[in-house]
């Protein structure tokens, strides 16, 4: 079935530091978005992309839609405590559905 | 304004039972999509609602259904309950156009023992 390969799975940051991470597939998207998903809450709408190269910001978050349609990254830049939690990547498969990422999880080093 | 409400949050049920799941959409949305989120992935796609149709359906057996009522608002049914069912379950609620910017509540954990 389709997938969507999310990478790092998980990541230590210290706080200030820049973070990266990506999602690529090998299915053609028109329509990649990013989520937040705090625990025990739902996914929050951080990004939502819909052309081809489109480059997003929102605040400290950059998201990109990748050339070939078939992948997509986010960075956030200067990380502060509360960018702690799990990203998920999202791709439009068909009209009305998703199909999502395994995500990023974002831990904050000591 | 009251984002997307779910009921309840948690609810465990034995093998073979069925449950119902319910939610209310942001105020002014009047589409909704299910999910079905495991332990350490992603959400996958159940359904989702549209003038109180479903119109589209992700790789979920029969044993799932849905409803959704003239307030918007939506129900999520699952018949004959299996352990591998045990899982977080995301309603997300969204205005027609605009389908991907949605909303989604805090979910329910059910868990089927």
């Known amino acids: 079935g389709q997938q969507l390969n999310q990478s790092p799975q998980s990541m230590f940051i210290q706080e200030g530091e820049d973070v990266s991470m990506n999602c690529t597939s090998s299915?053609?998207?028109?329509?990649w978005l990013w989520y937040k998903q705090d625990p025990g809450e739902g996914p929050v709408l951080l990004i939502a992309?819909?052309?081809a190269g489109e480059l997003t910001s929102n605040g400290r978050l950059t998201a990109q839609f990748g050339i070939t349609r078939k992948d997509s990254f986010l960075n956030i830049s200067a990380s502060i405590p509360s960018d702690v939690g799990i990203y998920f990547c999202a791709g439009q498969l068909l009209l009305y559905q998703l199909i999502w990422g395994a995500g990023t999880k974002l831990i904050i080093k000591p | 304004d009251a984002g997307v409400t779910q009921s309840p949050t948690h609810l465990i049920k034995t093998r073979g039972q069925q449950v119902t799941l319910r939610c209310s959409p942001k105020s002014g949305h009047d589409t909704v999509s299910w999910y079905q989120q495991a332990l350490g992935q992603g959400p996958q796609f159940i359904f989702q609602y549209y003038e109180e149709e479903e119109r589209q359906r992700g790789n979920f057996p029969d044993r799932f259904s849905g409803h959704q009522f003239p307030n918007y608002s939506s129900e999520l049914n699952v018949n004959a309950l299996l352990l591998g069912d045990s899982a977080l379950y995301l309603c997300a609620s969204s205005l027609e156009g605009v389908n991907f910017e949605a909303f989604f509540g805090q979910g329910t954990r059910l868990t089927v023992v």
């Open positions: 992309l819909y052309k």
């Open positions: 299915s053609i998207f028109n329509t």
